[in-house]
């Protein structure tokens, strides 16, 4: 695995879907990309959770648009008009994220868009073990490109480090919030993809991708919790969770149950 960095060198226009006010900018390498900033919403641990969300969905062989560090000086967006998005491109200087724009893709809809059951299966699998609360029908962030299913925004994974509790504690979490998954009515094929998704990677890739967060992120003011120590924090989840998707995996089947019952 390797990550791209790249400039940013033009500012289009902020994209004012959902929360965290990403923008649609273009690099040095003349692509465009849906930059997500760390000024906005919950700064550096959303860059974080899009980069190893985004990672670990890609080691799984989801299609994910790439995903490249981008450098944004204190002149990108200088003629932009609003004050607010003036405000969050200024705290925002230095290495963000970007997902290279899926440029006339379309929302994916499952009641239109046909989904195979163990690709849904899948997928919820993957979101209970990322913790990511926002694969619901009102922001299923999927979309269809060309005709396949591609997975975007994953800035809402990873949500115990938003408290920091004890990461045992976290990687044994049932994951409830799975019922609200916009697959989880297709999702008959759990346990066999629990079986499937175990197979597909290891500690070892999932330590790699730890490895990828830039330290920079990882450092926080007014925090006795060093950079070392928040990654090491993060491996240990990944992994733990990765050995302990049973427990996950009979939460989402019990969900599923429920709605057919």
């Known amino acids: 695995m390797e990550l791209r960095k790249e400039r940013l060198t033009r500012y289009i226009t902020p994209l004012r879907e959902g929360g965290s006010l990403p923008a649609l900018g273009e690099a040095e390498d003349e692509f465009k990309y849906v930059v997500k900033l760390r000024g906005a919403g919950h ?20 299609k994910v648009p790439e995903l490249v560090l981008l450098e944004l000086s204190p002149l990108f967006g200088i003629t932009e008009p609003d004050e607010e998005v003036q405000e969050l491109l200024r705290k925002s200087e230095g290495l963000n994220v970007g997902l290279h724009f899926l440029e006339g893709a379309s929302t994916f809809d ?15 699998w993957l979101d209970a073990f990322l913790t990511n609360v926002d694969r619901t029908r009102l922001n299923p962030n999927m979309m269809n490109w060309h005709g396949e299913l591609w997975l975007i925004d994953h800035g809402a994974s990873l949500y115990f480090h938003h408290s920091w509790r004890n990461v045992e504690e976290a990687a044994n979490d049932p994951f409830p919030f799975i019922k609200t998954h916009v697959l989880l009515p297709y999702a008959t ?22 490895d990828m967060i830039p330290e920079e992120w990882l450092n926080e003011e007014d925090s006795d919790i060093s950079a070392d120590e928040r990654r090491e924090t993060y491996r240990r989840f990944l992994i733990k969770r990765l050995e302990n998707s049973a427990i996950f995996t009979e939460q989402a089947i019990k969900e599923h149950e429920k709605l057919n019952s």
Do not use: C, W, Y
């Open 43 to 62: 700064g550096t641990k959303s860059l974080i959770s899009e980069l190893v969300g985004g990672l670990v969905a890609k080691a799984f062989k989801f």
């Open 110 to 124: 499952p009641s239109v868009n046909h989904v195979d059951t163990l690709t849904a299966s899948k997928l919820v």
């Open 189 to 210: 094929r759990l346990k066999e993809a629990d079986k499937l998704m175990r197979q597909a990677i290891t500690p070892r890739t999932l330590s790699k991708i730890v």
